[in-house]
């Protein structure tokens, strides 16, 4: 299994190809709004690993995702404390001073 961890590039490129096939490196590129370098870099790293396989044509480059085992992980945040406190509602006092009308 291959865990990928989330809100990165990776993550977002590998739920695009779960959800497109077949799909194009432009069109990644044109969906995620990312530079052709960090897509051209994610795909070659995925290639190497055997998650994916890219077939070159002389205008296009053609994803295909191999595997289908991936497990996407979130990242460790420490979540922000807060502080819970009931609200008391406060009884009135009886008030034994002078009154005014």
């Not at 497990?71 to 009884?91: A, D, L, M, P, S």
């Amino acid at each position: 299994m291959i865990e990928i961890v989330c809100d990165t590039y990776e993550e977002r490129i590998l739920r695009l190809l779960q959800r497109i096939y077949p799909i194009t490196d432009a069109y990644i590129k044109d969906e995620l709004n990312l530079s052709d370098e960090k897509v051209t870099r994610v795909l070659k790293k995925f290639q190497v690993q055997g998650i994916v396989k890219l077939d070159p044509l002389p205008d296009k480059t053609f994803v295909s995702l191999l595997r289908h085992d991936i497990h996407f992980v979130g990242k460790k945040r420490q979540r922000k404390f807060i502080k819970h406190t009931k609200n008391k509602i406060k009884e009135k006092e009886e008030y034994s001073g002078i009154m005014y009308s």
